[in-house]
């Protein structure tokens, strides 16, 4: 029962990212929002998400991980309630940093519970897998459940949130044993000048010519890698960075979401904007894509015990690339010749890109650090996901959708030739091995 909780949660923290989506053209038009400033709907969550999530980490070897799993789901209930009750964009705005914030102690509560919870082998790649794909589905469930709930209104996009978390805090309190605390320290003001600083990037794409807001940006920038270098306690672990099979992975979760996982808004605004989508509508024309992510979720496990996670890693975004690329190529076409074969291919590639990249990147941590790298791979990933969004922004202000896709198409190529890069084993300690063809064991 608790892997049923953990996955349900990550469910949560994966839809309330997409969900928002199909819903932003309702959002903006009753709130009174421009494109530009619709899109901080999504960065409000993403970018706080990324930024406290070390602090996440630490905070769930120092407190325990179940302990933080369930402050920080009643913190997402609370702040869910605040978004569907907002009656401005401030608040709105306001409610989702704080969804972003419960997000960023809770995911890394979750996989650490998950490390902890089953042995290393195939009990923890069985458990893994269905925490990817229940990830990955949640991302695609995110926009179709938006276009149904948006019928009704868009306030529905939160607080269907709210039955969820109590299901889980109460889950949490009942099925999820105590686990020990630490005594590391809590990486705050690390965290603080990182997420000041992915904040000031995004402000200035928004506002592309503010040269005050690049210079925020780039003062803030330098400032937390001084903090990095000197600090006796820095937001990246020393010891972690020294794990290449960690910071392939953090690469390749960094290009997952400039690639397939930005694909949705990139879709959202096509279908509704340019071709005049209802929600509803909107909804059900992601219902292939999400079906293929589910597929190609549920058939990594079986690849990655064939070809090995860096192969697999790899050939997912090869695919997720070409599905990308018959979208940019397709996407003046109708729905069924030119939009569907590149939904059915990148959706499918997307699931697998998903659930391998986090097992490619966590394999060679050690147990006691699992929290925190699994919040340093979702950190890279939702960083990226903002950056990405603030810059497909400004490409599709012009209706430039084929653009827009061929920028996703790229991350993508860049992805796979990345992924086929051998990670060297960690510089320090016994020798690990580097590839895991027959019996991946992820963290």
């Not at 893994?128 to 469930?141: Q, Y």
């Not at 005049?276 to 024309?285: F, S, V």
Request: charged share 10%; hydrophobic share 55%.
């Amino acid at each position: 029962m608790n892997l049923v909780v953990l996955a349900l949660a990550q469910f949560l923290l994966a839809l309330d990212y997409s969900i928002v989506y199909v819903a932003l053209p309702g959002i903006a038009d009753d709130l009174g929002l421009d494109l530009g400033t619709a899109q901080w709907v999504v960065s409000a969550y993403a970018v706080p998400f990324a930024g406290f999530l070390l602090v996440g980490g630490r905070l769930a070897d120092r407190v325990g991980a179940s302990r933080l799993f369930v402050a920080a789901t009643a913190l997402f209930g609370v702040a869910s309630v605040a978004g569907g009750l907002a009656g401005d964009g401030a608040v709105l705005l306001a409610a989702r940093g704080a969804q972003g914030v419960a997000a960023a102690l809770l995911q890394p509560a979750i996989l650490g519970l998950i490390g902890m919870s089953f042995a290393p082998g195939p009990a923890r790649t069985r458990a893994l897998s269905v925490w990817g794909a229940v990830g990955a589905s949640g991302l695609a469930a995110g926009v179709v459940l938006g276009g149904l709930l948006t019928r009704a209104s868009w306030r529905w996009t939160f607080l269907v949130n709210v039955p969820v978390t109590v299901f889980c805090a109460v889950g949490g309190l009942l099925w999820l044993a105590a686990q020990g605390a630490t005594r590391r320290r809590v990486p705050l003001r690390a965290s603080l000048l990182g997420t000041g600083a992915a904040l000031a990037v995004v402000l200035a794409l928004t506002f592309a010519g503010s040269l005050v807001a690049w210079t925020l940006a780039a003062v803030l920038a330098a400032a937390f890698l001084a903090n990095e270098r000197y600090s006796p306690a820095p937001l990246v672990d020393r010891s972690l960075r020294r794990i290449r099979s960690l910071r392939l992975g953090a690469a390749a979760t960094a290009l997952y979401m400039a690639s397939v996982g930005s694909e949705f808004y990139v879709v959202t605004l096509l279908l509704q904007r340019l071709r005049g989508y209802e929600p509803l509508l909107a909804g059900i024309a992601f219902l292939p894509l999400a079906a293929m992510v589910t597929l190609g979720s549920s058939a990594t496990a079986a690849t990655i015990r064939r070809l090995g996670t860096a192969r697999t890693l790899s050939a997912a975004f090869g695919l997720a690339a070409a599905g990308l690329a018959a979208l940019a190529a397709g996407g003046g076409g109708s729905y069924v010749t030119g939009l569907l074969p590149g939904l059915l291919v990148s959706g499918f590639a997307h699931g697998m890109i998903y659930t391998s990249m986090f097992i490619l990147g966590a394999r060679d941590v050690p147990p006691e650090q699992q929290s925190s790298a699994a919040a340093l791979l979702t950190t890279s990933q939702y960083l990226s996901g903002a950056v990405t969004v603030a810059t497909l922004t400004l490409v599709l202000a012009g209706n430039h959708f084929g653009a827009a896709f061929w920028i996703t198409a790229g991350c993508a190529a860049l992805g796979a030739a990345l992924s086929l890069r051998r990670p060297r084993p960690p510089l320090a300690g016994p020798a690990r091995p580097t590839e895991d063809h027959a019996s991946p064991t992820p963290a």
